[in-house]
């Protein structure tokens, strides 16, 4: 059974940092890209960043890029979304999906939930002072 298990969420002022894990299990992880979703209220849900199987690939969002870091550990069948200098549009609710196969999804362009076939249940971000 495929499982996808985020945590490490919260609510963190401006400018506050937040590391978020996802721990995956039931499936070869290091066969499949990893991505980090959310969805705000109101909004569609967008694909943040991603990381390739095995060779450090990675995508960011213009959004995030330089203010968060995205890693993976395949020993621990782990994802890490690391998150500096948070804003209050970055509340949300943050998602971890797996790919569909291992030649779904690409770390060269926006990950698409198309190409994501397992999903966590979610972690809630909120970003307030």
């Known amino acids: 059974q495929v499982q996808l298990v985020e945590s490490g969420g919260g609510l963190v002022q401006p400018g506050g940092s937040l590391r978020l894990s996802c721990a995956a299990s039931g499936f070869t992880f290091d066969y499949h890209i990893i991505a980090w979703f959310r969805q705000a209220p109101g909004k569609e849900r967008e694909g943040v960043s991603c990381i390739s199987s095995s060779d450090g690939m990675t995508y960011y969002a213009d959004s995030v890029k330089s203010r968060f870091t995205i890693s993976r550990d395949n020993a621990k069948n782990t994802v890490y979304l690391q998150m500096n200098s948070l804003k209050p549009e970055d509340t949300a609710v943050y998602y971890c999906?797996?790919?569909?196969?291992?030649?779904?999804?690409?770390?060269?362009?926006?990950?698409?939930?198309?190409?994501?076939?397992?999903w966590g249940q979610g972690t809630q971000v909120t970003v307030s002072s």
């Open positions: 999906a797996a790919s569909r196969s291992p030649r779904s999804g690409s770390t060269y362009y926006a990950p698409s939930e198309a190409d994501f076939g397992f």
